[in-house]
């Protein structure tokens, strides 16, 4: 498997394509602020051919870019149906502060969704560009927050993402974590929709399963992996930390 990815302009949500090989097809997951133009030189570069859009949540910074995607390549997005709204009024999922911040950007405007989606649900299977997702309904960022699970077999790793490619290499299986689970710390459970108490139930029932071995593509900062999180990440120590902080 081939994986390359890069952080947006603004947020600094990772932005990640994933494909058989170099020279195949791919799938994009969570094409942030104003990420269009370099998708497509890294789609360029690595003579790949986009077949969907995946969306682990709905929040605006990582899907403000998912309609000029979309067009250009003419493929659906997939989203949680809990969290479909956010992608004709990204609004709803957002603090005031951070509507004010979106505002505030050189380019502020988001387009409505695309005009195929699909909806996902927990435990779906998805086939698309030769790869097998499972897809993990793990709310408490948001309501339909999911994450990504497909096997390892990493092979080749491009573009901007960080140092490390032994871990996805060696790595049993891979998970695109979205915001619920960060090197370190998970997504933040005070904007409309989140829940501490949901995310600390996702943390136990969907992340502390998963093997060490499983490398985490998180939606923000550097790659990690479970075994890692597991010995130092407080919120896997102890997820009931969310619901009396």
Known sequence: ????????????????????????????????????????EVVAEFRLRPVAVLLTHGHIDHTFSVVPVCKANDVPAYVHSADRAMLADPTIGLSPELVAALHQLPDGTVETEPADVAELSDGATLSLAGLTLTVDHAPGHTEGSVMFRLPGGVRRV????????????????????????????????????????????????????????????????????????????????????????
């Open 1 to 40: 498997m081939f994986v390359a990815g890069f952080p947006s302009a603004a947020f600094g949500t990772n932005c990640y394509l994933l494909a058989p090989a170099i020279g195949e097809q791919c799938v994009i997951v969570d094409p942030g602020y104003r990420v269009a133009d370099e998708l497509a």
């Open 158 to 245: 491009g573009a901007q993402l960080p140092p490390g490619a032994a871990e996805l290499v060696e790595a049993s299986e891979v998970c695109l974590a979205g915001d619920v689970l960060f090197a370190g710390s998970v997504g933040r459970v005070d904007m409309p929709g989140g829940s501490a108490a949901a995310m600390a139930d996702s943390l136990r029932r969907r992340v502390l399963p998963l093997a060490d071995t499983v490398a985490v593509l998180p939606g923000h900062g550097p790659h990690t992996t479970i075994g890692r999180e597991r010995r130092t990440n407080p919120y896997l120590l102890d997820p009931g930390v969310l619901t009396t902080a």
